[in-house]
């Protein structure tokens, strides 16, 4: 196994996420626990040390679950990661009450790492309300010692994440993002890198192989990998392009089989990054991936100052190509749960004023009214 250094503690480089634990008869509340027993043993065994869980996970069931299977093994021998659900905004004033009861759930006295769960565009301002106390209390708890290590995890935009850093920024140790090869620049996964670069704060990895997507490439891309690296699989090339990434601890894994579990462990015994040409090839086959299913804009934002409404429509197609190639997910509507009404795509009028100056010739009117049908905003 792979160790990366993070201030005085040694962390595997792949970390067991509990999100996407095996389950009974395809229920995400029943946890299969003897197949997730089978996993955290492997898991240990291997070298693995270091396990992320969440209070929203798997209906509330997997703190209870890998509470219950990592209890089995000395707490010096792991490091217990789980998040502050604020992705709920009901959850915003609960910040002791949910924090004493996660302790409890995962029987365990302190957390070795904590986060403030996926600030986005819905959650920055209730997160950066002092009325709720929530910061205040999870420093508290910080210098107590049962938050040994505090950061946050982010689906949100750069923009987001600068408002949360110039708050808070100087007391965040660690930052969870969802980085691959495809989000390097879909999601601008680059740019927070370089963000959190300047405020010094590593960065732990989710999403690595993008809820799969990565691992089962079509054969005209894998071709041209296995034509690089014939010893390589198709998976191990998107954690092959994570180790690539100087800043790049700790990287997250939700696997929900045996098979999964020993596969990215074997491929985390060797550091093994990638060269200019692989990763040339690697981020040309991302191009082309998303070539296929999205909008080409490149945010000229020519558009807006011919929009008789204003919309952000650099914006707003980057959200309609994300909702595209994902076909669905959450990322979409939760950014435009932060819209006012006049400015989500429904607000087109249709006027064409925009695509009369597209350098891309994209037909936005026409992007607006499909996107505003499937958001049904």
Known sequence: MIYKEFQDLKLSALGMGAMRLPTIGGDDSKIDTALSEKMVACAMEKGVNYYDT?????????????GKLLSKYPRENYYLATKFPGYDLSNMDKVETIFERQLEKCGVSYFDFYLFHNVCE?????YLDETYGIFDYLMKQKENGRIRHLGFSAHGSCEVMKRFLDAYGKHMEFCQIQMNYLD????????KVELLKQ?????WVMEPVRGGKLARL????ASRLNALRPDETVPAWAFRFLQSIDSVVVTLSGMSDMEQMEENIRTY?????????EMDTLLGIADEMLGKKTLPCTACRYCISHCPQELDIPALLALYNEHCFTEGGFIASMALSS????????ACVGCRSCEAVCPQQIKISEAMSDFSEMMKM
Do not use: C
């Open 218 to 221: 079509p054969q005209q891309y």
């Open 184 to 191: 390097w620049t879909f999601q601008d996964a680059k740019g």
């Open 54 to 66: 969440a209070w929203g996970y798997h209906g509330e069931q997997s703190e209870l679950v890998m």
């Open 269 to 277: 015994e060797e550091d093994r990054p990638l060269n200019q040409q």
């Open 199 to 203: 405020h010094h704060i590593p960065v």
């Open 122 to 126: 819905m959650n920055i301002d209730a």
């Open 339 to 346: 819209y006012e009404k006049e400015k989500l795509p429904g």
